[in-house]
Nanobody, 118 residues
Framework: QVQLVESGGGLVQPGGSLRLSCAAS????????MGWYRQAPGKQRELVAT???????NYADSVKGRFTISRDGAKNTVYLQMNSLKPEDTAVYYC????????????WGQGTQVTVSS
């Protein structure tokens, strides 16, 4: 069993910043691909950013240049630095860890609410 715990969400004004953290624990014996997804009310869950191996990253077009994903490789901890936040960034943000090859074993955190509003 793998457990993911997110933290760092909250209320922020447009243009502000937040830093999300995700700590993974449990049966993890090597560095795993991890990422962040988000889901806004009435919308599908969407990819925000992923980080593979020790540093290869991928971002959704909507967050490129504003968000940065990073990781602590030894601890399977991932971060999402969010700058220049917009109201459309408002969503529940979920941490993801992908284990193994197909069929993948995806683990999810409970989510943390990010609200961007004045």
């Amino acid at each position: 069993q793998v457990q993911l715990v997110e933290s760092g969400g909250g209320l922020v004004q447009p243009g502000g910043s937040l830093r999300l953290s995700c700590a993974a624990s449990g049966s993890i014996f090597s560095i795993k691909p991890m990422g962040w997804y988000r889901q806004a009310p009435g919308k599908q869950r969407e990819l925000v950013a992923t980080i593979i191996s020790y540093g290869t990253t991928n971002y959704a077009d909507s967050v490129k240049g504003r968000f940065t994903i990073s990781r602590d490789g030894a601890k399977n901890t991932v971060y999402l630095q969010m700058n220049s936040l917009k109201p459309e960034d408002t969503a529940v943000y979920y941490c993801n860890l992908r284990d193994g090859r197909f069929p993948y074993n995806d683990y999810w955190g409970q989510g943390t609410q990010v609200t961007v509003s004045s």
